[in-house]
């Protein structure tokens, strides 16, 4: 089966400061694609930052980067300098291309930002 | 353009009912996906359109649901004699093409079974 775990349920950070979000997957493919999306109480899932699995170097965007492991099938997600509208709840995602590329979500991890 | 739009934002209805959710993706996006996150199960696949190609149909749970897609954009998803374990918010999502492309998402629909 193939799966997403995030161990962390619910997270939370001081204004300014550094968090990482931890996620592991499993799957059998060789070729696949990783992403993090947040979503805000309004519901609506926004795309975070996205990770082929062909490449070895880590995404980044702006204040958000990954640490992508393939070999220990580990994707977790750090935000830098932690803002108060980065709190969200965030989901851990992959696609694989003979799945139609359907994305799989971990349970999530309700991040607070404290002021 | 606008976003992924869907409607209505929320529905109640009573058990026994028929309901019908709609989709209206990016344009020009010619993947559509159906999506739905509750409590329980947390955020599964439903239901996946890509061009013209028969759709996956794979993720939904029962007889009583079914979707569809009309000229290659607006999707409906109908779920016939809602039960209350139907209760959850129904996202929708598009994206150019599949292979790792990004999905964009509606605000969802929040359905409530009575």
């Known amino acids: 089966a193939q799966t997403v775990t995030q161990s962390q349920p619910e997270m939370s950070v001081q204004e300014a400061e550094t968090v990482t979000l931890s996620c592991t997957y499993d799957?059998?493919?060789?070729?696949?694609?990783l992403f993090w999306y947040k979503q805000p109480p309004s519901r609506q899932m926004i795309l975070v930052i996205r990770?082929?699995?062909?490449?070895?170097q880590n995404a980044t965007e702006n204040r958000f980067s990954v640490n992508f492991q393939k070999a220990a099938k580990s994707f977790s997600l750090k935000i830098s300098d932690s803002q108060l509208g980065d709190a969200a709840m965030y989901f851990c995602?992959?696609?694989?291309?003979?799945?139609?590329?359907?994305?799989?979500f971990g349970e999530g991890t309700q991040l607070t930002v404290n002021p | 353009g606008a976003g992924v739009s869907q409607s209505p934002s929320n529905k109640v209805t009573e058990k026994g009912k028929d309901v019908e959710l709609r989709c209206d993706p990016i344009?020009?996006?010619?993947?559509l996906y159906w999506y739905r996150q509750s409590l329980g199960q947390g955020l599964e696949f439903l239901i996946y359109?890509?061009?013209?190609?028969?759709?996956?149909k794979s993720g939904l749970p029962s007889d009583r649901f079914s979707a569809e897609r009309t000229g290659g954009s607006v999707s409906t998803l109908t779920i016939q004699r809602t039960q209350q374990e139907d209760s959850a918010v129904y996202l929708c999502?598009?994206?150019?093409?599949?292979?790792?492309?990004?999905?964009?998402f509606g605000a969802g629909t929040r359905l409530s079974v009575l």
């Open positions: 999502a598009s994206s150019l093409g599949s292979a790792g492309r990004v999905q964009y």
């Open positions: 799957t059998s493919e060789s070729d696949y694609y």
């Open positions: 990770q082929e699995a062909y490449k070895q």
């Open positions: 995602t992959y696609s694989v291309e003979t799945s139609g590329s359907r994305l799989t």
């Open positions: 344009s020009g996006h010619t993947a």
């Open positions: 359109f890509q061009g013209n190609s028969a759709p996956d």
